[in-house]
Nanobody, 121 residues
Framework: QVHLGESGGGLVQAGGSLRLSCAAS???????MAWFRQAPGKEREFVSRITWSNMVTYAESVEGRFTISRDYAKNTVYLQMNSLKLEDTAVYYCAADDRYFGTRSSDYDYWGQGTQVTVSS
């Protein structure tokens, strides 16, 4: 079993930056990790993913503004969010899977509890 714990959310003004962290614990994890987000009244959507081999993918809406990275020694994945917009406001979820690295929520077995990101004008 893998447990995921997110941190780093908060309130930020439009144009500002935040860095989210997600630490995996429970056992040694050598899989793929991703970030999703869910805004009020909307479905959960893919934000970014990073494979075990460090291949990264971004949603078009965050390309060029967000950067995903991971620290293998710390079992942690990060999401650096720059030039934040009002529409980035959502609960951000970390996800992980041993085998799959897709862009659908169903591709991931393990989920964190989520961290709120609120962008104000």
């Amino acid at each position: 079993q893998v447990h995921l714990g997110e941190s780093g959310g908060g309130l930020v003004q439009a144009g500002g930056s935040l860095r989210l962290s997600c630490a995996a614990s429970g056992r040694t994890f050598r899989g793929h990790m991703a970030w999703f987000r869910q805004a009020p009244g909307k479905e959960r959507e893919f934000v970014s993913r990073i494979t075990w081999s460090n291949m990264v993918t971004y949603a078009e809406s965050v390309e060029g503004r967000f950067t995903i990275s991971r620290d293998y020694a710390k079992n942690t994945v990060y999401l650096q969010m720059n030039s934040l917009k009002l529409e980035d406001t959502a609960v951000y979820y970390c996800a992980a899977d041993d085998r799959y690295f897709g862009t659908r929520s169903s591709d991931y077995d393990y989920w964190g509890q989520g961290t709120q990101v609120t962008v104000s004008s």
